[in-house]
């Protein structure tokens, strides 16, 4: 039989023992394992031991609620906006609809290394590793207008902000990172 830990604490040991003295001073002999079980749970003020294994459990589901269910994935929308990329996994050209662009700067997000700055030099050095049309100050332009890089005001310090993509970019993101890998 398998071990489930539950936590248990009173607000009155003393009111524990003498609950727990009183309960036993009526047993005629030793109680077994279920009957302690049930005198420990009478004793903080539980009905019994599956009463308060109960409210436990539901206790935990309150506590942690089941993550949300994945929002669902336009497969299609997603083949329409590989064509901007390589077989490398390069952007070609800039989508000409927004809601193939989109995806595309989340690709380009995902390249940006987390959690460091740069100044303009370096992010569009690193924008131009990942793109082949040659434009890489409309791509920070629109990283920084769609809320998926910072700059200061002067422009001198970007940095990529910690979000996650939605899942037609999680998708794409995976898809071409598979295709660098042969995957």
Same mark, same amino acid.
């Given at each position: 039989?398998? %071990?489930?830990?539950? !936590?248990?604490?009173?607000?009155? #040991?003393?009111?524990?023992?003498?609950?727990?003295?009183? @309960?036993?001073?009526? =047993?005629?002999?030793?109680?077994?394992?279920?009957?302690?079980? /049930?005198?420990?749970?009478?004793?903080?003020?539980? %009905?019994?031991? @599956?009463?308060?294994?109960?409210? /436990?459990?539901?206790?935990?589901?309150?506590?942690?609620?089941?993550? !949300? *269910? !994945?929002? !669902?994935?336009?497969?299609?929308?997603?083949?329409?906006?590989?064509? &901007?990329?390589?077989?490398?996994? @390069?952007?070609? %050209?800039?989508?000409?609809?927004?809601?193939?662009?989109?995806? =595309?700067?989340?690709?380009?997000?995902?390249?940006?290394?987390?959690? @460091?700055?740069?100044?303009?030099?370096? #992010?569009?050095? +690193?924008?131009? *590793? &990942? &793109?082949?049309?040659?434009? &890489?100050?409309?791509?920070?332009?629109?990283?920084?207008?769609?809320?998926?890089?910072?700059?200061? *005001?002067?422009?001198?310090?970007?940095?990529?902000?910690?979000?996650?993509?939605?899942?037609?970019?999680?998708? +794409?993101?995976?898809?071409?990172?598979?295709?660098?890998?042969?995957?």
């Amino acid at each position: 039989m398998s %071990r489930t830990l539950l !936590p248990f604490q009173t607000d009155d #040991i003393s009111a524990l023992a003498r609950s727990l003295n009183g @309960q036993l001073a009526k =047993c005629e002999r030793l109680p077994g394992h279920v009957e302690l079980l /049930n005198m420990l749970a009478r004793a903080t003020g539980w %009905r019994n031991f @599956q009463h308060f294994r109960a409210q /436990n459990a539901a206790r935990e589901r309150l506590d942690n609620p089941p993550p !949300p *269910a !994945p929002a !669902p994935v336009d497969y299609a929308r997603v083949q329409r906006v590989l064509r &901007h990329f390589d077989t490398d996994g @390069q952007l070609i %050209r800039w989508p000409g609809k927004f809601s193939e662009r989109e995806p =595309c700067l989340w690709v380009l997000w995902s390249k940006l290394p987390a959690r @460091q700055t740069f100044n303009e030099a370096e #992010i569009s050095r +690193l924008l131009q *590793a &990942h &793109h082949r049309f040659g434009d &890489h100050a409309l791509l920070r332009r629109e990283l920084c207008d769609r809320g998926l890089v910072t700059r200061t *005001a002067d422009g001198r310090v970007y940095q990529r902000i910690e979000r996650q993509p939605p899942a037609e970019a999680l998708a +794409l993101i995976r898809y071409l990172g598979d295709r660098r890998t042969g995957g």
